[in-house]
């Protein structure tokens, strides 16, 4: 199937010739590999862990292999001890041997006797029954006196109770974790016959990519997919190979992918799918073998780039350059192909319902996956979308799960009760939520609560967002810094009913320039901005709308809109960045960012950032807690240290 050819499940678009929907790539890539034959290898036990059975594992002993004690204590014949009772004990001479484990035992156990024995030892011809140590009352060297009647088979666990030799001990396809690889050493099996897992190649590709531990160069990114597509291969049953990122350059790059296909089952690339100037592995695949590229572009978001081939029977994927769409298309179609081709069960992931908070818009056609914070609710859990972007890999870390929305939709209105599929087995609501401006001193108060195992969950959707999810009760506190015009004050005029203010800290706002730069060296705010005014040549950096910091810059312009200000950038870290880097010439940011990024800085005003509590929640234990460090010399000293001032 070329991509060239249309079919009616495509939607056209310039850019993709065909794109089609998830479900049809999702048909064409797997009728293209299977069925296939699982090639199988034998792994030693130690090395088995996580591989799937090849073949039904049959019982060549029984355990235990003979007939065992389960205490310490005596064999006896139970019918000698018909009569024994705690008023009338039973006297049995003991034998002359004790039998521990791995003893052999020499005499049997004849009426009127019995012997010593201990945990797990085997039991001797003759006897029928344990009577546990606690039950007798030594009666000289050569006796016991026993308190107890006794059953036969009393505490004996008899051969092949356990597991019966002939029996399937594990069955094809069992994936093999510690609990198997005990079954499989109780029987004596070293060896155990596993699907071989298969070996897949992985590519990075683009000039701009450096590997972490290298030094960073200008205009270049630490190559995050080659780590994270391998780790995610191993983690579900393949073998992942890392070859490096390899420049956008077409010779290279086929040579790579060539031997990486022929040393490999698979090759997963990523990157130089978008078909862009420097795009070029898909023009290769083409040439790798047949039948080539199934599908170049699928109706996802993210990950609409994204190309499935297949060349001589191996899989050949380029997944899109972006971390998070690389990794949703990875999960979503590359997983389940790979974990069949390793012989594993389809991955079985935990779902939970929950409420979303807020309207999420989400573009017509395009099967649309989410990802979101979960927080413990008044009535259930609630899921709260994180958007960051598909450019954002932190998104993938921080958040619990993922929802979909289907193609057909073009939003998930607010109050939807959605499926969450989750990261992890288990959803472990935080104990502590925080919904608002995000800002680093956070985690400087945060950090006794994660010492003592509390779970901090910080939802960065900015003072408004923060206030908005306070008042419906989704969080403990909302911290804000909002400045209201009117009266001139920070923060207490936007609370309502059931909030209160609790005082954080200070953060002085200034402008922000290179060192050096002449203009702004040693002048107060408003000549700052005066010079800058002044100059055509230069260029500022803007916050976005809703902002606190985005009052504060349009109080100082007034009317002016000189260059740059449609720069909107939504942090303090971007306008330093932006400064840092020459993209911008001024801008305005907080003090600790401003050093951070050794820029100069003009105070102009100090920022009140404080805390939007939700009283019906403040006797929380981890809210005591949070408010108890925040109190705290610790923690105090450690805002000062960083530029904070703590009110
Ligand atoms: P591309 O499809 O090559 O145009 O890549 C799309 C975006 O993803 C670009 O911003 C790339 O810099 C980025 N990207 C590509 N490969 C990687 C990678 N291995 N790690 C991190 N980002 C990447
Ligand atoms: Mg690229």
Known sequence: MSRHTKTPDSIDQDQFLSILSREAAIDRFEAALFPR?????????????????????????????????????????????????????????????????GTAPMRPVLPG??????????????????????????????????????????????????????????????????REIGMLAACGIAQVPVARKPRVGVLSTG?????????????????????????????????????????????????????ALAGNDMLVLSGGTSKGAGDVSHRIIARLGAPGIIAHGVALKPGKPLCLAVCDGKPVVILPGFPTSAMFTFHD???????????????????????????????LGRTE??????VEGADGLIAYPSGK??????????ADGFLRI????????????????????????????????HCTGLDLVTAPLARAGLLVRSIAVGSLGGLAAAKRGECDFAPIHLFDDKSETYNTPYLTAGLELVPGWRRMQGIVFRKGDKRFEDVSVQDAVRAALADPACIM??????????????????????????????????????????????????????????????????????????????????????????ASDEARAALSAAGFRPA
Request: proline share 8%; glycine share 8%.
């Open 406 to 437: 289907d193609a057909l939709a073009d939003q998930m209105p607010a109050g939807t009760k959605a499926e969450v599929t989750l990261f992890t087995p288990h959803v472990r609501p935080p104990d502590l939520v925080i919904v608002g401006s």
């Open 207 to 259: 000039d701009e990519l450096v590997q972490p531990g290298e030094p960073l160069r200008p205009a270049a990114i630490y190559d995050t997919n080659g780590a994270i597509v391998t780790a995610a291969i191993n983690e579900n049953g393949g073998e992942a190979a890392f070859l490096g990122a390899i420049p956008d350059d077409e010779t290279q790059l086929e040579s790579a992918m060539r031997k």
């Open 389 to 398: 972007g598909s450019g954002a890999i932190t998104t993938f870390a921080q």
């Open 113 to 178: 006797t019995a012997t010593p024995i201990a945990t797990g030892g085997p039991l001797p011809r003759g006897a029928d029954a344990v009577v546990m140590v606690e039950h007798t009352q030594p009666a000289g060297d050569r006796a016991i006196d026993i308190r107890r009647a006794a059953s036969p088979g009393q505490f004996v666990s008899y051969a092949g109770s356990d597991i019966a030799r002939g029996e399937v001990l594990l069955r094809t396809g069992t994936v093999i974790g510690s």
């Open 37 to 101: 034959d699982l090639p199988g290898e034998m792994r030693a036990l130690s090395d088995a862990l996580g591989c799937a059975l090849a073949h039904d594992v049959v019982a060549p002993i029984d355990v235990p292999p003979f007939d065992r004690s389960n205490v310490d204590g005596f064999a006896v014949q139970s019918s000698d001890l018909a009569l024994a009772s705690e008023a009338a004990p039973r006297r049995l001479a003991l034998n002359g041997e004790v039998i521990a484990c």
């Open 333 to 363: 179609i590359i997983v389940p192909v790979l974990r069949r081709m390793a012989g594993l069960p389809p991955r079985s992931d935990a779902k939970v319902s929950a409420k979303v908070p807020v309207r999420i818009a989400s573009e």
């Open 541 to 630: 950096v803007n916050r976005n709308q809703g902002a606190g910091t985005r009052i504060l810059i349009d109080r100082l312009l007034g009317d002016a809109r000189p260059d740059g200000y449609w720069n909107q950038p939504r942090s303090h870290n971007a306008v330093a960045a932006a400064v840092a880097q020459g993209r911008a010439d001024w801008g305005m940011t907080i003090a600790p960012v401003a050093h951070a990024y050794d820029l100069g800085f003009i105070p102009h005003a100090e920022e009140h950032y404080d805390f939007a509590l939700v009283t019906a929640r403040k006797q929380r234990p981890a809210v005591q807690a949070f408010f108890d460090a925040l």
């Open 369 to 374: 996956f989410v990802m979101v914070s979960l």
